[in-house]
């Protein structure tokens, strides 16, 4: 049931309520502003949990919140299969600005994922609702994307292959290449940009050499000058 606060309720009683709930940034706020927060706060964990409701029906497509439509497509990630009517699921994707995800856990599909539902495309003959002009190029984006990640996955290797490196080491061989390679990434794939730089942090950070802080500080510096 959705609980709606009004002016009858005291501030303090509204205040001791958004603690209970640890909503943040209340503190300079007057009492309808205070109500305003709270009550946006509880219909968004309304919506949330009707949702989550109707997800948790086995018929209930996660899309159109409505019964599958046949034919539906089965999607795997985290070792369980979601379900989804087939061509809105296409029409979800022609939509989506730059990559491939799923519409609940926002993974990025993989390459068996993205083969099965091209297999069902030319299968079902799908021709309005698919743009095959935008799913090439999602396709030559993915393919982009992922030979940049992996240069900079093998940088990382030779990174780690070295059991200490010198400031000289870092400043004329390892940032020059990040440099090269997240300017790409920046200008294609912003919005992939801050997992992925947050991965290389996480992953120099496992590094033995002191050194490795000044690799990460510009890892940080990107994330803060791009505002991802």
Known sequence: MLI????????????????????????????????????????????????????????????????????FISIKNNNKFRYYSFYEFIEYLNKNSSDFRDPITREILDD??????????????????????VWKKKINLRAEFLTITNCLNELLNELFNQSNFTLFYIYSIILPQFVYYFHFLLQRHKNSCFSVINNYINCIN???CDNKIYLIEYLKLLITTNNL
């Open 4 to 71: 709606i606060y009004n002016n009858f309720f005291k501030k303090n009683y509204i205040l001791k309520i958004i603690k209970i709930y640890k909503i943040k940034n209340y503190s300079n706020l007057k009492k309808d502003k205070l109500l305003l927060l709270i009550n946006r706060f509880k219909s968004i964990i309304f919506i949330q949990q009707f949702i989550r409701k109707k997800l948790a029906l086995d018929s209930i497509c996660p899309i159109t919140l409505c019964e599958y439509k046949y034919p």
């Open 112 to 133: 068996s994922s993205i083969k099965q539902i091209e297999d069902l495309i030319k299968y079902y003959k799908i021709k309005k609702s698919f743009n095959k002009n």
């Open 206 to 208: 496992y590094h033995e």
